[in-house]
């Protein structure tokens, strides 16, 4: 059973380098054997799968942000010298945020939790303007590239005119 299936030789995904694959794994297989392969391969998966499910972390991050400010604050008003400021790598801190509002008569307004929505949506919003700057100069930076010079097809010393 099984004995006249040959596998194929191919490319690993990563260093290029042509392989048998693994019996169990079959057509499964992407990457050579390599322990750098493997984790290569699977960090550029994880990075697929981060860029698909981008709407996931960000409602995660909301939903905590606010859950632990509330925690943090019972019924305290807002400041930026006393609310708290989360991010996802460490978690909450004690460092204030970074806005310069509420001012005072705004503290009686508006709610820890709102003031969390509207810093958020400030937050993607100044990364999208700061997404179409960058896409704008890798544009002008194409459009200026400089000319190549003519090329002098004979190989003698000849210029151009």
Known sequence: MGEGIRYKKRPC??????????PRLGDRQKTCGSAECQRKWHARKCAEWNQKNRDYFQEIYIRKRIEDCAAN????AISSSSATDFSP????????????????????????????????????LTRGVQEAIKAQIIEIRKERAPLHPPAISRGDSQKPP
């Open 89 to 124: 790598q460490t978690g909450p801190s004690a460092a204030p945020i970074q806005a310069d509002f509420p001012p005072p008569g705004f503290q009686e307004v508006i709610g820890i939790q709102q003031f969390i929505i509207i810093e958020y949506i400030i937050r993607l």
């Open 13 to 22: 995904r990563i260093c290029r380098k042509w392989f048998v694959c693994d």
């Open 73 to 76: 604050s019972k019924g305290r």
